[in-house]
């Protein structure tokens, strides 16, 4: 066999209809496309939407977006670690979840709104505010991130 004694399957080709050729013929007139309406039409707009006004109109009317990157911590204050742990306790991300003040899976940071008088370690969590670890500190404290 050769490239020459090659040819397509009975039936894959067939010829194209031409159509709209004068309106006596069986493709004339309106050419199959019956008669108004979008699919009679040639030219429809990319993103027409019959009317309905489109998405790319309606869009930035919707507020922000959601970044899927964004890390989302739980602030917890000095004045909540006062009011829930003891003098002399180690305050980390499982101490606080057990007390069922913050999520599971989620990064602590606290921060340095309110008055500490008790001694605490402050160990185990993702981010302290200078002003909080200054508070910790000073009430006789330490912290360990």
Known sequence: MKLHHLKPAEGSRTDRK???RGDRG????????G???TGARGTVPAG?????????R????????NNPNKVV?????????????????TVSRETLQAKGLVRKNRPVKVLGHGELSKKLTVTGV?????????KVEAAGGSVEL
């Open 73 to 89: 911590s739980t602030a917890i204050n000095v004045d909540v670690l006062e009011n829930h742990f003891e003098d002399g306790d």
């Open 126 to 134: 993702a981010a302290i505010s200078s002003g909080a670890r200054a």
């Open 26 to 33: 069986r493709g004339g007139k309106t050419a199959g496309r």
């Open 48 to 56: 027409f939407e019959g009317g309905q006004v489109p998405i790319q």
């Open 58 to 65: 309606r869009q930035p009317k919707l507020p922000g977006f």
């Open 35 to 37: 008669t108004k309406g």
């Open 18 to 20: 031409r159509v709209a």
